[in-house]
């Protein structure tokens, strides 16, 4: 019982929440909710008593005017109402896709402004495509959003239709309720069945939705024709297929028994209501006896109650069930944006120095440190090559920089300040990363760079094209600059290689004008040649800012000031590369040697 009560105040809660969150979005679309059921309600109404007076009158005095008059309500309240909901309605549909869209851009939002650790994090990527899942494949906001507008109608209307059925009888009234409660009892038990056997089929289908998406997937199109993947993809599709249509047989079987039991109900239901009626024209016993109009109207009302009470029982379930698929999307948007987990001191200043404070990390859901006790410090201006052999933790390095996660134990210092105690903004705006596994998206070249709308700094622009050598490939095409990336969207995009596109990116990161430039294998593309070239070129474009170079092919770090040796988790050795190479049994002296003998032969 305490486990029920606390499920309905947590659903409570986050009906409250969800409505909060519409309101902040659309303050007219709850009222629009509220005037449909009040419409709706008294449609219902009208429908209810008006026919009474007209039946009244035709087996009593026949008097023309008063027919007239009555037929008149009934077909020009109907028409009324009828506009009036056609109305609504449209501005409901319209809304409602406002309402989705907006709730889509807040999960999207959301995505985008939690800690970036959250979204390497099993549980929170499983809590994201659940979430997600919730919202695009059961459409669980709309029939959510849909459900409440049917509950609020309901409950407006029942209110009027009980009023006129107490005029009859109270006890008519209890036995409707008594076989609509029975209703909701198995309709409640049969739901509650339904969001166990969604959420149970979720990595099913998860699964078998990762499998069909690699048919549209243009990434391993040559893959899949080089090696005959085809029926192997297929034959996972079939299986996959299979095991959910197994699923659902026994779901409709289920399915079939309840709503054969929701009939037998719903039929006795309105014998009852017939029954009782009827016997109140042709006799006294149970009461006053009452007319045909009379007959008409509660008879009207009893079937209105039973549609009513029934629609707000499997709307407030639906509701309910609803609430549960969106958990996880409200557990997610309740995850603290990263703004909220920095400090408030404005990073204003060139970086003087960096220094690592005995800085250990381990990945969530991981039992082992990827960095272990790492302590070194630069100063403002070096430029640091890191080397290391792949899994060392290089790259998990620049991810703590870059406050893309927080260290388990230890302090990365800023000029002598915990990077934590800086304003999140202002910290990121002092950092320029280029990544191994970097992104160009579908807009236009210069918006590639700049991050910013089409037109912004040109000039700048065409000098960083020159300096990253892309001027003369992005001169050819027709739009210049304002060529979009790739034809997936437009047939007069440009497909860049490899090498060509992580020039893009390096022109990104040095149009930031950060104090702190980053690149992580960002050259792998690009031969040797074209990568020291990067390189070179790169160290003049850097002038004196603060640089790290992470890169395994070792003629980068020639160009650093010192090298930071990290092997198995931990800093091996940290000095420059006359010194390094020094040390014939250093793992730097190997890496370098094994390289050259490489070019060499």
């Known amino acids: 019982m305490d486990k029920e009560k606390r499920k309905r105040g947590e659903n409570l809660q986050k009906l409250a929440l969800f409505f909060s969150l519409a309101w902040k979005i659309s303050p007219a679309y709850i009222l629009i909710l509220i005037a449909n059921a009040l419409i709706g309600g008294g449609q219902i109404l009208a429908n ?25 309500l009934i077909i020009g309240g109907n028409l009324l109402f009828a506009f009036l909901t056609n109305t609504v309605k449209r501005l409901i549909d319209v809304k409602n896709i406002y309402m989705r869209q907006s709730m889509s851009r807040a999960m999207a939002d959301k995505i985008m402004s939690i800690e970036y650790g959250y979204l390497e994090d099993p549980y929170y990527l499983d809590l994201k495509e659940r979430g997600v899942f919730a919202i695009s494949n059961q459409s669980a906001l709309e029939n959510l959003i849909n459900n409440a507008a049917t509950a609020l109608k309901s409950a407006v209307t029942l209110i009027g239709l009980m009023a006129v059925m107490f005029t009859l009888s109270w006890v008519l009234v209890l036995l409707l309720c008594a076989a609509f409660a029975t209703t909701l009892l ?167 120095s960096i220094e690592f404070d005995d800085v250990t990390f381990t990945y969530p859901k991981c039992e082992k440190p990827v960095l272990k006790n790492i302590s070194f410090k630069i100063k ?98 027709p739009k210049g600059v304002k060529t979009m990336l790739g034809k997936a969207y437009s047939t007069e ?47 003049k474009l850097v002038g004196d800012k603060t640089a790290f170079y992470i890169s395994h092919r070792m003629s980068s770090s020639v160009f650093c000031d010192r090298i930071l040796i990290i092997q198995d988790g931990i800093v091996a050795d940290f000095d420059t590369h006359a010194a390094l190479m020094a040390k014939k049994d250093s793992l730097y002296f190997k890496l370098f040697n094994s390289q050259a003998e490489n070019y060499k032969e």
């Open 48 to 72: 209810v008593i008006l026919p009474k007076f007209l039946v009244d009158e035709l087996v009593g005095q026949m008097r023309t005017r008063e027919l007239l008059l009555y037929a008149g």
């Open 186 to 352: 198995f309709n409640q038990s049969f739901r509650k069945f339904q969001l166990r056997f969604f959420e149970q089929l979720i990595p099913v289908n998860r699964r078998y939705g990762y499998y069909v998406g690699l048919t549209f997937d243009d990434k391993i199109q040559k893959d899949a024709r080089l090696y005959g993947m085809a029926p192997m993809i297929a034959d996972r599709i079939t299986y996959y297929n299979a095991d959910i249509n197994s699923w659902f047989t026994k779901f409709n079987r289920r399915y079939g028994r309840f709503n054969g039991l929701v009939g037998i109900i719903g039929d006795l239901q309105a014998a009852l209501a017939y029954g009782y009626v009827g016997i109140r024209v042709i006799t006294d016993r149970l009461g006053p006896k009452i007319g045909l109009g009379s007959f008409t109207m509660y008879v009207s009302s009893a079937i209105s109650f039973s549609t009513t009470f029934t629609q707000l029982g499997n709307s407030i379930i639906t509701i309910n069930q609803m609430l549960g698929y969106l958990d996880p999307f409200f557990e997610f948007m309740r995850i603290p944006d990263q703004k909220e987990s920095g400090g408030h001191t404005v990073f204003e200043d060139d970086i003087e």
């Open 380 to 477: 403002g201006g070096e430029k640091i090559s890191i080397v290391g052999l792949n899994g060392a933790g290089k790259t998990t390095l620049i991810k703590l920089i870059c406050r893309l996660y927080k260290p388990d134990s230890g302090t990365i210092k800023i000029n002598g300040t915990d990077i934590f105690e800086y304003d999140h903004e202002s910290y990121m705006a002092r950092i320029a990363a280029v990544f191994q596994d970097y992104r160009l998206f579908a807009f236009g070249i210069d918006e590639n760079i700049t991050c910013q709308p089409s037109g912004t700094n040109e000039g700048q622009i065409d000098e960083l094209l020159v300096q990253v050598g892309l001027k003369g490939k992005i001169e050819s095409q």
């Open 493 to 539: 995009g440009v497909e860049l290689s490899g090498g060509e596109s992580q020039k893009v990116a390096i022109a990104r990161a040095l149009y930031k004008n950060a104090s702190l430039i980053i690149l992580d294998e960002p050259t792998s593309a690009l031969d040797p040649l074209a990568e020291a070239d990067i390189y070179a070129n790169f160290n």
